[in-house]
């Protein structure tokens, strides 16, 4: 996602006596702990919501509540980076923890459908496939560009295709989401820490590089949360 409307082809050597290197490894640091807040903050808000049928009640017991949710979420992940130069970088930060409480909130029902030692398994397979993938968009010399593009193509392919299988409810096409939905998260994974890698290192002003941090964290997170959604759909067996 281009989070900036500027030419980063070639960014400074030096900001304040920091080197591009130092500038963004700064960045990188503060992407992963914002993106690791925010699921702190989604597995707390999902086990309290899944521990009260009060707030399960309310929030999926409510059509206008529910759908409320979901809408809101989509706006967020759609207008706050493209409003980002405009937001304070407090504002950025606490949308995001917002955006994580609604997450959590919304996968909640995960905690009734599946075991917990499955959600655990799971999460630790996501976890490492996540960090290795990571690691790889970051390091790697090979511009994933072409790939990212053909992604987010494959990404709008998906939801389209869950969409049809809410109403056909084909157990074997929903098998096959799954696995295309791990090897397009897989794939974003490595593309996203690349992107913000390029964008940490061309934009270099304080206030800049903060809220392009969390505006990774964000994405990075969105990749790790479908990830482990696509994963747990596979790998888990539910309660019955």
Avoid: H
């Avoid at 281009?2 to 030419?7: L, M, V």
């Avoid at 493209?82 to 955006?99: A, D, Q, V, Y």
């Avoid at 994974?189 to 304080?206: I, M």
Wanted: hydrophobic share 55%.
């Amino acid at each position: 996602m281009d989070y900036f409307n500027q030419n980063t082809s070639t960014p400074p050597p030096y900001y304040g006596g920091r080197s591009v290197t130092a500038q963004t490894n700064a960045v990188m640091k503060r992407v992963y702990l914002r993106m690791f807040i925010g699921l702190l903050i989604s597995a707390f808000v999902s086990l309290g919501v899944a521990s009260s049928p009060a707030a399960l009640a309310f929030l999926f017991g409510n059509k206008l509540v529910f759908w409320g949710m979901l809408i809101a979420m989509f706006v967020m992940a759609w207008v706050i980076p493209g409003r980002l130069n405009k937001m304070s970088t407090t504002t950025c930060m606490m949308l995001f923890c917002l955006f994580s409480a609604l997450m959590g909130a919304w996968i909640a029902p995960i905690f009734l459908v599946y075991r917990l030692g499955t959600i655990v398994y799971t999460f630790f397979i996501t976890a490492g496939t996540f960090g290795a993938m990571s690691v790889y968009g970051y390091f790697t010399k090979t511009d994933l560009s072409k790939m990212g593009s053909f992604l987010m193509m494959a990404l709008f392919g998906l939801m389209i295709a869950i969409v049809v299988n809410i109403f056909w409810a084909n157990s074997t096409m929903e098998w096959i989401i799954s696995i295309v939905g791990v090897l397009i998260f897989v794939g974003l994974t490595a593309w996203d820490t690349q992107q913000v890698k390029r964008l940490a290192a061309a934009n270099l002003d304080p206030a800049l590089a903060d809220k392009l941090a969390t505006m990774g964290a964000m994405n990075l997170y969105l990749d790790f949360i479908n990830l482990f959604l696509f994963l747990l759909r596979i790998f888990g067996g539910s309660r019955d």
